[in-house]
Each structure stands twice: as C-alpha cells, then as structure tokens.
C-alpha cells in the first residue's frame, strides 16, 4: 500500500476568514504531503507492513520494528491525524452538534457551553506542538484529551472522532502566536453533519 494524500471537499480559501487559504495550502499541500512522503519511505522495505491498515499499526506500534517505529508513530500519525481533521471544516460551518454527538457531550459535560469551555481548554493548554481530541472509549464513553506532535488517540486506547491541530503551522500565518483567537475561529468551520457520521461509525463497531 502506498498512501496518498486525500482530497479535499472545499477550496483552499473555503474557510475564510477563519482559516486562510495561504495556510490551508502550505497544510494541505506541503505538511500533510510531508508525512506520506515520509511515511512510505519508512515502509519501503516491509512489504508486510504495508499491508496492514495504517490505524493497526498504530493501534500496536510495539510490533513495528524500532528501527523505523519512530517514524511511522510521527509520520503515521500525521497522516491519520489530519485525514480526520480536514472532513472536520467545511465552508459555513459552526454552530451546534445535533442528536448523538449532543446527546453524548450534554451526559458527559452537562451542556454544549462547558464542553466547548473544556475543549478549548485542553487546546490551549497543549504545551509545543500537538492537538486536542474528543474520542470513544472501549465502554462507549466519550472522552476529551490532547496528544503531543503527531501522536494518535489509539496509544490512549480510545478512538477519535472529533480533533484540533494546535501545532504552529496550523494557524501561524494568520494569526502569530494567538493560538486562543485560532481556536476560537475554529469552531466557525466545524462540519458537525462529519462528526456525527465518524461518532456512528465508531459506535457500529463496539
């Protein structure tokens, strides 16, 4: 298996104002292009491992072979991260989750309002480079965390299903060192029909 880069639903300046089409480009195109680049090169010689889906060899990276462990954790986990997040954003997006997702975050949080509170707390307090998720536990139970770098939910043991990339690249260009006021913008953008569908998705296979 040789991973590409997935295509994207919407236009680089799709997100406008709140996410730049200069960054969602350079993301896009450079970054994410980046960690499949490197995520093939590190597979090039295990045949075997190229077969298996990239979320198992994530799931177990213990029996990826150290020498090349370190790379499919970051590049691996790169690309799973950000071919979650892109779904994630659509143009005129925002607004509120509707039935199970919200059914889900009012019994966990108690209301929209202090999730959304929680969340972008978590993102904001992510120290360096890494991200904030909402994810699924092996009992259903929905849980809030954040990841450093590229690492992936499933070293956790949970499933994700809604996430946030806080690394600079993410959102330097428009916004400096504000990564508050990003986070905020953010949530302008968030394709909630895409959350509901991965939630479900998850959900079916327990």
């Given at each position: 298996?040789?991973?590409?880069?997935?295509?994207?639903?919407?236009?680089?300046?799709?997100?406008?104002?709140?996410?730049?089409?200069?960054?969602?480009?350079?993301?896009?195109?450079?970054?994410?292009?980046?960690?499949?680049?490197?995520?093939?090169?590190?597979?090039?010689?295990?045949?075997d491992l190229?077969?298996?889906p990239l979320?198992?060899?994530?799931?177990?990276?213990?029996?990826?072979?150290?020498?090349?462990?370190?790379?499919?954790?970051?590049?691996?986990?790169?690309?799973?991260?950000?071919?979650?997040?892109?779904?994630?954003?659509?143009?005129?997006?925002?607004?509120?989750?509707?039935?199970?997702?919200?059914a889900a975050?009012?019994?966990?949080?108690?209301?929209?309002?202090?999730?959304?509170?929680?969340?972008?707390?978590?993102?904001?307090?992510?120290?360096?480079?890494?991200?904030?998720?909402?994810?699924?536990?092996?009992?259903?139970?929905?849980?809030?965390?954040?990841?450093?770098?590229?690492?992936?939910?499933?070293?956790?043991?949970?499933?994700?299903?809604?996430?946030?990339?806080?690394?600079?690249?993410?959102?330097?260009?428009?916004?400096?060192?504000?990564?508050?006021?990003?986070?905020?913008?953010?949530?302008?953008?968030?394709?909630?029909?895409?959350?509901?569908?991965?939630?479900?998705?998850?959900?079916?296979?327990?």
């Amino acid at each position: 298996m040789v991973y590409t880069l997935p295509l994207l639903s919407y236009s680089y300046d799709a997100l406008e104002p709140y996410i730049d089409a200069l960054t969602m480009e350079i993301h896009y195109t450079k970054h994410h292009q980046a960690y499949i680049d490197n995520l093939n090169k590190a597979l090039e010689a295990y045949p075997d491992l190229q077969k298996k889906p990239l979320i198992t060899l994530l799931q177990d990276l213990s029996a990826v072979p150290e020498s090349i462990r370190a790379a499919v954790r970051n590049n691996g986990g790169g690309h799973f991260n950000h071919s979650l997040f892109w779904p994630l954003m659509k143009k005129n997006g925002g607004g509120q989750p509707k039935d199970k997702v919200l059914a889900a975050i009012t019994k966990k949080f108690g209301n929209f309002s202090t999730f959304q509170d929680q969340f972008n707390a978590a993102a904001k307090s992510r120290f360096g480079s890494g991200w904030a998720w909402l994810s699924v536990d092996k009992n259903g139970e929905i849980v809030l965390g954040s990841t450093a770098n590229q690492d992936t939910p499933y070293e956790q043991g949970t499933i994700p299903f809604f996430g946030l990339d806080v690394w600079e690249h993410a959102y330097y260009l428009k916004y400096q060192n504000r990564r508050p006021d990003y986070i905020n913008a953010w949530w302008h953008v968030i394709a909630w029909d895409q959350v509901e569908d991965n939630y479900n998705a998850i959900l079916a296979k327990l």
